[in-house]
């Protein structure tokens, strides 16, 4: 695509990707978020915890800005993903995550959460330590159909790839709804690897989804 | 007085429904059975309330095993 570039994101980027990330965690059910779906967040605390986070919060996982790339358009972003390598320094990043979600919530509402925290659980794919994950892929409106994800999962795969011992493969989580992202993705090289074997009925009550797929693919 | 090590074995036992388990250093979420996502909060919280400290998120990323938490707990203690 002309005219498109691919960089790190930088401060000045924190509102597009609170956007960003906001989009891509929409679950079926009702357009929410996965934040306001499962953890009972309103919509401005969402907004919050995303911006906080990404500028304070653990490097490994992927709400972290260091994570992220941006794809921008005569200055403009256009599109951004998160990738990481799981649990890098050897801590799992849903731990981090669930450390994070259930500090901003507090003790009693992180409970108060807890069946749904456990059906997200029980639904979501294991990430493979020392993988490459991919994720929070967003394209705005206008940029659609013009091979954004694509240029952001090659970036993310050369920037992986640029030392030594790089990833062995990469991997993505999505709801299986999300078909024409998965779409896109296979046209990138990844193929199904793990869906949900089971809906789990509290999940599927929360968020409209009967789970999840993780998609594969081995890197060069 | 019991070390740290000893007084974390009751707390992972209780956090993960495991009456037998006995963790050492070298134990992580990898091999310990049921340390999950869920799992690793409450051990965190059960952690922070019986050692009265609270563990930064930079502190918890670097936490990889038993023997990594036991050390930061002294370090936050003085020890």
Not at chain 1, 17 to 36: F, K, Q
Not at chain 1, 56 to 71: M, Q
Not at chain 1, 106 to 130: D, I, Q
Request: glycine share 10%; net charge neutral; charged share 20%.
């Amino acid at each position: 695509m002309p005219g498109l570039r691919i960089r790190a994101a930088e401060p000045r980027d924190l509102a597009f990707l609170v956007t960003a990330i906001r989009e891509s965690e929409r679950v079926p059910a009702d357009g929410r978020t996965m934040y306001e779906a499962i953890f009972a967040m309103t919509t401005a605390e969402v907004e919050r915890f995303l911006g906080e986070t990404l500028r304070t919060g653990p490097a490994d996982w992927g709400l972290s800005l260091e994570r992220f790339l941006v794809a921008e358009r005569a200055g403009t972003p256009v599109g951004a993903c998160a990738a990481w390598v799981e649990a890098a320094h050897g801590v799992p990043s849903g731990h981090l995550a669930a450390i994070a979600i259930s500090r901003f919530l507090g003790g009693t509402r992180w409970r108060a959460s807890g069946a749904r925290v456990r059906a997200l659980a029980s639904s979501a794919p294991h990430r493979s330590a020392g993988a490459l994950q991919l994720e929070s892929f967003y394209t705005a409106p206008e940029a659609r159909g013009l091979g954004v994800s694509a240029r952001l999962i090659a970036q993310a795969i050369a920037h992986a790839m640029a030392g030594p011992g790089g990833p062995p493969i990469a991997e993505i989580g999505l709801l299986v709804e999300n078909d024409a992202a998965a779409r896109a993705y296979a046209k990138a090289g990844f193929a199904p690897a793990w869906r949900t074997a089971a809906p789990n009925p509290a999940f599927r009550e929360a968020t409209g989804s009967v789970g999840f797929v993780q998609l594969r693919r081995a890197l060069p | 007085m019991p070390d740290t090590l000893d007084r974390l074995q009751p707390i992972f036992r209780e956090v993960l429904e495991n009456p037998g388990l006995t963790v050492d250093r070298a134990s992580s979420a990898r091999t310990v059975e049921g340390w999950d996502s869920l799992a690793h909060v409450n051990l965190i919280a059960a952690v922070e309330e019986a050692f009265g400290v609270r563990f930064a998120l930079g502190e918890l990323e670097e936490m990889q095993c038993v023997g990594d938490l036991v050390d930061t707990i002294a370090r936050k203690r003085g020890g």
